[in-house]
């Protein structure tokens, strides 16, 4: 059933913090949204940033497809957050990034996620599912935040936090 499919998903520690890998967002399979979703958020900033008439109708383009791969994956990512490369959303059903996100390289967002506001996150940050960060707020490399937590603080470079409100462990 699940031949050929990288499905594992777990912490390592060999994950870099500022060095983006780009396999992390590699496209297995047509309908995979998030992946998908990402490329399309990327290639209309890339020509957004390109600026002329071949770029303006290229980022329209791009528009429409973001647009398409939103509605598949029930996702609401804007079209300029700022996204470090190697961001990995396995299963981007429910999650809500606001505009002034940022996030950093090689982070893992889980399902039913949502970053309000001005949320600021390092490199290598595992955000659980359904956890909410509430602005504003910054989130230091390789830091985990747990499956349904509610974030209102700082979270420190390393630590895990839980709960609600979320604490270290």
Known sequence: MFKNKECH??????????????????????????PKLLRSIRRYQTAKKRGGVWAAMSAR????????????SQC??????????????????????????????NCMI????????????????DVG?????????RVADHSTIGANAVVTKD???GQTVVGVPAKPI
């Not at 998903?9 to 998030?34: H, K, L």
Request: zero cysteines.
């Open 155 to 157: 979270v420190l470079s």
């Open 9 to 34: 998903v777990s912490q390592d520690d060999n994950v870099s913090a500022e060095i983006p890998d780009w396999s992390r967002e590699q496209v297995r399979s047509f309908w995979d949204a998030g």
């Open 61 to 72: 383009y791009w528009v429409i497809i973001h647009r398409f791969w939103s509605i598949v």
């Open 76 to 105: 609401e990512i804007h079209l300029h957050t700022k996204i470090g490369g190697g961001l990995r959303i396995p299963h981007p059903q429910g999650i809500i990034l606001h505009p002034d996100v940022e996030i950093g390289v």
């Open 129 to 137: 599912a359904g956890a909410k960060l509430m602005a504003p707020l």
């Open 110 to 125: 889980f399902q039913q996620v949502t970053l309000s506001g001005p949320v600021v996150m390092g490199g290598h940050v």
